[in-house]
């Protein structure tokens, strides 16, 4: 099938309306002079474009196109990963969110200098990089691959467009275009998906008639009790081990929490983890209603399926090529619903990759950048992790089927940096030495299990067409996209043991394995290398989940439960740590004023009564509003 000229204008009016977005942004307002308009929106965003931000950052094209293959393959129990949202963003909305948004970061990775050290923030930092840098090449040239193969499009020519045009509204409107246009790329989602399923549902002969054929063909999925880790799906690993992966995008991924501190208020921002839980749902139900419809579509009309399907991604393309065919304008929505997806990703990776070596490689080395220049640096690394993209696409032309791979690193990686995270906010007692310790062992164990499955299950020859294929694009977000190559063949099951056995975890638990590994090996070495007194702890660093959990108990007793960490007192609209001096503790002299506006502001002269107010309760300054004290004795 070809294209027409109408679903071309649909197509390339997205690409037109995303840029001038950008444009607009670029030349209103406060045109993005500053690095807290252009990194965090001028923090004036409200909840209902952020959370459609959120949903669009990690719904993927390659998600787009997975979900339905899966459910066509395996049957709907792929649909229980809804059950994990809700303890998935409930924890982020007040556990997180708060933390973060309180201590006014702008990256994410700043909250491991002030909990931990300087060290464990640059390795956090540059994880992270590695991560997204060998992701976003991926996800601009997966799905244009596979559109190419189908519709005979520009393969280069959908790169070109996608990563130029992502490129410049990002680099031009900053975090705000991206956010809009987010929101502009969400609407066209649904409307490519709802049409698909309306007129597929239609051709089938009624909603009724896909679900009674899906019944008959058992794809309508019971629960599954079996609590066997290695069992691909069941209700424990989608339940339980998708909280960890929701907990690994939603709670410290860069690109979310940028999301959530550009909110006006704290309120905002946890509103918008709560108006994305919905928004989740529909995205899910909406996959998993297009791979049914598929499915009644094929078993009604088995001369309509395609036979030269290579790859699963392939064959939702080919399902709505077919039924859109007589619709002019139609299929040019569902590429533009597909494009939508890869945009939203590919620009939060941009803005999130320029915020973090901006405030983490750059800024602590060339304090004396003036605001001027900080800014225009920033929008020259968010041209140029935009360039690298295309470069990544190009590499990843040349993979072949190390493609896969590449793929995984992503999920590899979220598990460990999750577990980090926990280390600083769940145990007071853990210091820099077990947190590095702790990422370097789950970094390992994540490679190791992740590239062991991936070359166990890799075919010895070239596998024959879809129905033999190991590779299942099973994408519910973007850590399940890149868990693709280490799902279970949907042939028998062989008799495994040993290492193969230990290969064969189901990819729903890497993310709770890795993140458990990372805080296991940190709380061991922490107590071996001496654990960190609790009053040299910024308590705005740490939530303590006993004194909460045991409320009931008296407060002589969840006074221990804090490990002598000071507790928070609110002056006004701010929080500042009460710290218990007594004859054991150290001078709290080193104290670095983070102003209501994100940014370090070093030392500034203040009254006497104020450094004595400094020393025994932390300090507020009249003449910047909120304002926030980091005694930064752990570092």
């Known amino acids: 099938m070809r294209f027409t000229t109408v679903d071309y204008i649909i197509f390339v009016l997205l690409l037109v309306l995303s840029s001038a977005i950008g444009l607009y942004y670029a030349l209103s307002g406060g045109k993005q002079r500053t690095m807290q308009e252009f990194l965090l929106a001028n923090r004036s965003m409200s909840f209902l474009p952020i959370s459609l931000s959120l949903l669009a950052t990690f719904q993927s094209a390659v998600a ?198 550009s909110s006006r208020t704290e309120k905002e921002a946890i509103l918008s983890c709560y108006a994305v839980f919905p928004c989740q749902q529909l995205v899910l139900a909406l996959g998993c209603l297009t791979g ?44 533009a619903c597909l494009f939508s997806g890869a945009l939203s990703t590919i620009s939060s990776a941009f803005n999130s990759l320029a915020t973090v070596t901006m405030q983490d490689l750059i800024k602590p080395h060339f304090p004396s950048l003036t605001e001027s220049q900080a800014t225009w640096l920033s929008k020259g690394l968010a041209l140029g992790y935009g360039l690298l993209c295309l470069g990544m696409a190009y590499i990843s032309s040349l993979m072949g089927s190390v493609l896969q791979a590449a793929l995984s690193i992503f999920g590899m990686v979220g598990g460990p940096l999750l577990g980090l995270f926990c280390l600083g906010f769940f145990f007071p007692f853990t210091n820099s030495i077990g947190a590095m310790s702790g990422l370097a062992a789950g970094l390992v164990m994540a490679f190791w299990i992740g590239i062991g499955s991936f070359v166990t299950r890799m075919p010895s020859v070239p596998p024959p067409p879809l129905l033999n294929a190991t590779s299942v694009p099973d994408f519910g977000n973007l850590t399940t996209t890149v868990m693709s190559t280490l799902l279970t063949s949907p042939t028998a099951k062989k008799s495994v043991s040993g290492l193969q056995k230990f290969y064969s975890l189901s990819y729903m638990w890497y993310s709770a394995h890795n993140s458990t590994t990372v805080v296991i090996v940190g709380l061991i070495v922490s107590l071996l ?85 400094e020393k025994l309760s932390g300090f507020t300054r009249s003449d910047t509003g909120h304002s926030y004290v980091v005694q930064e004795t752990s570092l």
């Open 64 to 261: 787009i196109l997975g979900v339905p293959s899966e459910i066509y393959r395996f049957g709907t129990e792929y649909w229980f990963l809804g059950c994990s949202y809700i303890i998935g963003l409930l924890i982020p909305a007040h556990i997180f969110i708060p933390v973060f948004y309180r201590l006014r970061l702008t990256s994410t990775y700043e909250y491991l200098e002030l909990r931990f050290s300087k060290a464990v923030r640059i390795c956090g930092t540059v994880t992270f990089i590695f991560q997204m840098v060998i992701y976003m090449g991926v996800v601009l040239y997966a799905p244009a691959l596979a559109f190419n193969a189908v519709t005979g499009f520009s393969l280069w020519g959908a790169v070109l467009s996608m990563g130029l045009v992502c490129t410049l509204y990002t680099t031009l409107g900053g975090l705000k275009a991206v956010i809009w246009t987010d929101v502009i790329q969400t609407l066209v989602m649904f409307a490519g998906q709802l049409a698909v399923i309306i007129v597929g549902t239609i051709k089938v002969g009624g909603f009724d008639q896909v679900w009674n054929i899906a019944t008959e063909n058992n794809k309508i999925a019971g629960v599954n009790w079996n609590p066997d880790p290695f069992e691909r799906h069941s209700f424990w690993s989608l339940a339980i081990g998708g909280i960890f992966m929701m907990l690994s995008l939603y709670g410290v991924n860069q690109a979310q929490v940028q999301r959530y501190l």
């Open 292 to 335: 049914l419809v598929m499915f009644a579509y094929y078993k009604i009309n088995p001369s309509a399926y395609p036979q030269d399907i290579s790859v699963p991604d392939q064959m939702v393309l080919y399902f709505v090529m077919d039924i859109l065919k007589d619709l002019p304008g139609l299929p040019g929505l569902f590429v």
């Open 529 to 613: 290398t001496g654990p960190t007194k609790g009053r040299d702890i910024d308590p705005r660093t740490v939530y303590l989940v006993l004194p909460k959990l045991l409320f009931f108990l008296p407060e002589r007793y969840r006074e221990k439960l804090r490990y002598g960490v000071p507790h928070i007192v609110e002056v006004g609209d701010c929080l500042s740590p009460r710290l218990l001096q007594d004859e054991h503790s150290p001078p709290h002299d080193l104290v670095t004023e983070k102003s209501c506006n994100g940014f370090l502001n070093g030392n500034a002269k203040y009254s006497e009564k104020e450094e004595m107010e």
